[in-house]
């Protein structure tokens, strides 16, 4: 064990992949768990470990570390060659142990929580990784705007007369003599992004994904989190800062970007919904408890708030006489965000290689 590679790890559920590859003492009843999640877009889960531990170049097999605090981070630091963190600080203080240490790898891309000058002043390699699942948690969160604004969800495969009437869109021919023909089911309620504002509520990874592919789609993007970005980020991104309160009264679309938590929960309530602009949609791709869910049926009832969207749900399984299926203008998604789950394969894929390339004799 002692001539075995030491790799830190702060857990969690996807970066348990890591000690699955490289650690030759990791559980079978964990690996058989990750086979199974994986068994729908990867059938073979053994041989895409085998052909991971193959590129690894002399890292595997290595001794890897699951950490859940940063007290348990330090006390590791002291013999291991890489370490791994998505939330967890990495001080000065941390790196001086840290005497092996040649390699932090940011489960993500943003560095707030590395203190990046003592690394560089220790010789330390950063490396980051942009996560295809946070790609695809912002691409979801396009799919589901969409939807809501162009009603697809409401008429997909409605094209016949008798199937738009029985929908409730009673068919009236256009005098195509004078005007042209184009949505001849006279679908009401139609809505665009473009030059529609946006409210991203937390700028973190997955927000700033959204935030991008909302400028592509021609929006005004607002955003609001505890601690302001600074200007030439801000700049770089195309984003306005506004208070919550500003945000939500501005925005035609509010896409709340935050982890879950006692200091999340219910953060969008009764009156934070009622500031909002009438017709204006939620869409929620982070923690669902993040908007308050009694809140939210009142605002849909009452007819304030324009649509709603959320992936992952309150229940999971979700239920099929779950009050909010009940609304025309609601969206519910079987916790499809971050997938598919060659998402995270490619994603650790990546990380492992790119780590044996700095690591490994």
Same mark, same amino acid.
């Not at 094209?159 to 023909?181: C, M, N, V, W």
């Not at 992004?193 to 927000?207: D, K, Q, V, Y």
């Given at each position: ?30 690996? +058989? ?19 991971? =531990? ?35 600080? #990495?001080? =000065?203080?941390? *790196? ?12 993500? /891309? ?40 162009? =009603?697809?969800? $409401? ?39 473009? !030059? +529609? ?17 909302? %400028? ?8 609001? $989190?505890?601690?302001?970005? @600074?200007? +030439?980020?801000?700049? !770089? &991104? ?15 679309? #509010? ?9 999340? %929960?219910? &953060? ?9 602009? =009438? ?32 992936? @992952? ?5 979700? %239920? ?5 299926? /009940?609304?025309?203008? #609601?969206? &519910? ?11 995270? *394969? ?16």
């Amino acid at each position: 064990m002692s001539s075995r590679p030491v790799i830190v790890v702060e857990d969690d559920p996807f970066t348990r992949l890591i000690p699955i590859v490289l650690d030759p003492s990791s559980s079978e009843e964990r690996r +058989a768990a990750f086979a199974d999640f994986m068994s729908n877009d990867e059938p073979d889960f053994d041989g895409w470990v085998t052909r991971v =531990r193959d590129r690894a170049h002399g890292l595997y097999p290595a001794n890897v570390r699951l950490v859940t605090s940063e007290d348990e981070m330090r006390a590791s630091l002291s013999d291991c060659v890489a370490l791994v963190v998505e939330s967890l600080r #990495v001080t =000065r203080d941390d *790196l001086a142990t840290a005497r092996k240490l040649k390699a932090i790898q940011k489960f993500g /891309t943003t560095l707030r929580n590395i203190d990046t000058r003592a690394a560089t002043d220790n010789g330390i390699k950063i490396l980051t990784l942009r996560r295809r699942a946070n790609i695809a948690c912002a691409e979801s969160v396009f799919a589901m705007m969409l939807s809501l604004a162009r =009603r697809t969800h $409401q008429v997909r495969s409605l094209i016949s007369i008798e199937q738009l009437e029985a929908a409730g869109f009673p068919y009236r021919k256009f005098d195509r003599r004078h005007t042209p023909g184009g949505n001849y089911g006279r679908i009401g309620g139609l809505r665009m992004l473009n !030059e +529609a504002s946006i409210g991203i509520i937390g700028l973190g990874e997955i927000g700033r994904e959204i935030a991008l592919r909302a %400028r592509a789609f021609g929006m005004n993007v607002l955003y609001h $989190q505890r601690t302001r970005l @600074p200007e +030439a980020e801000e700049r !770089e &991104l195309s984003v306005h800062y506004e208070p919550l309160g500003a945000l939500l009264a501005g925005s035609d679309w #509010v896409v709340p970007q935050l982890p879950g938590g006692d200091g999340t %929960r219910g &953060l969008i309530g009764r009156d934070q919904l009622a500031q909002m602009k =009438r017709g204006a949609s939620i869409v929620n791709v982070s923690s669902p408890e993040v908007v308050d869910r009694a809140a939210l049926i009142e605002a849909l009832r009452s007819g304030h708030l324009g649509g709603f969207a959320l992936d @992952p749900l309150y229940e999971e399984p979700g %239920r099929s006489d779950d009050e909010l299926l /009940t609304f025309k203008n #609601v969206l &519910l998604i079987p916790h499809l965000g971050g997938s598919p789950r060659f998402n995270g *394969l490619r994603d650790f894929e990546d990380l492992i290689t790119g780590l044996a390339r700095e690591v490994a004799p």
